[in-house]
T-cell receptor
Framework: DVKVTQSSRYLVKRTGEKVFLECVQDMDHENMFWYRQDPGLGLRLIYFSYDVKMKEKGDIPEGYSVSREKKERFSLILESASTNQTSMYLC?????????FGPGTRLTVT | RKEVEQDPGPFNVPEGATVAFNCTYSNSASQSFFWYRQDCRKEPKLLMSVYSSGNEDGRFTAQLNRASQYISLLIRDSKLSDSATYLCVVGSFGGSQGNLIFGKGTKLSVKP
């Protein structure tokens, strides 16, 4: 079974804090993705990566950065968290076909 | 025009009913098509792929009409456990590269 794991299910941070969201996949997939999901807006792509040290902006990269130092790990960084970044964050990985999602991290920024 | 458009619902149906969801996509170069299912407070999971010839998996049938850029999902004999949000997903790529574009989802509620 493919497993995509995320470091936290729930996270509460203060405005201005630096936030790290970690994602690990165990299927040697090349492609990894970070989305956020908000009611009424659906899944929106933040960043993605096709290979180690490679990253591409998605639809809403502002306020975020990413890091992929190892193939299995893809990190999302909020440099200075703001209240409008309160959301559900979903990591995903994909080989040649199916895209697998992690369980999500519900982030609240106060 | 939105890239992948779905009726948000909710669709409220009794057990045993047949329900159909539709989805349109804007990129005529799209090459791969899927339906994902997302349960409340859970991550999306692949339900089935959609092929030009149509495909069936038990009570679920998916159809693709490339000329009209339209995808459908039919659920027969609805069960309570079918209650979820169904996401129409389109990929504009071949092989493993490229992104999937997700619709916002159609919510289904199956009542006893």
């Amino acid at each position: 079974d493919v497993k995509v794991t995320q470091s936290s299910r729930y996270l509460v941070k203060r405005t201005g804090e630096k936030v790290f969201l970690e994602c690990v996949q165990d299927m040697d997939h090349e492609n990894m993705f970070w989305y956020r999901q908000d009611p009424g807006l659906g899944l929106r792509l933040i960043y993605f990566s096709y290979d180690v040290k490679m990253k591409e902006k998605g639809d809403i990269p502002e306020g975020y950065s990413v890091s992929r130092e190892k193939k299995e790990r893809f990190s999302l960084i909020l440099e200075s968290a703001s209240t409008n970044q309160t959301s559900m964050y979903l990591c995903a990985s994909r080989g040649h076909y199916e895209q697998y999602f992690g369980p999500g991290t519900r982030l609240t920024v106060t | 025009r939105k890239e992948v458009e779905q009726d948000p619902g909710p669709f409220n149906v009794p057990e045993g009913a047949t329900v159909a969801f539709n989805c349109t996509y804007s990129n005529s170069a799209s090459q791969s098509f899927f339906w994902y299912r997302q349960d409340c407070r859970k991550e999306p999971k692949l339900l089935m792929s959609v092929y030009s010839s149509g495909n069936e998996d038990g009570r679920f049938t998916a159809q693709l009409n490339r000329a009209s850029q339209y995808i459908s999902l039919l659920i027969r004999d609805s069960k309570l456990s079918d209650s979820a949000t169904y996401l129409c997903v389109v990929g504009s790529f071949g092989g493993s590269q490229g992104n999937l574009i997700f619709g916002k989802g159609t919510k289904l509620s199956v009542k006893p």
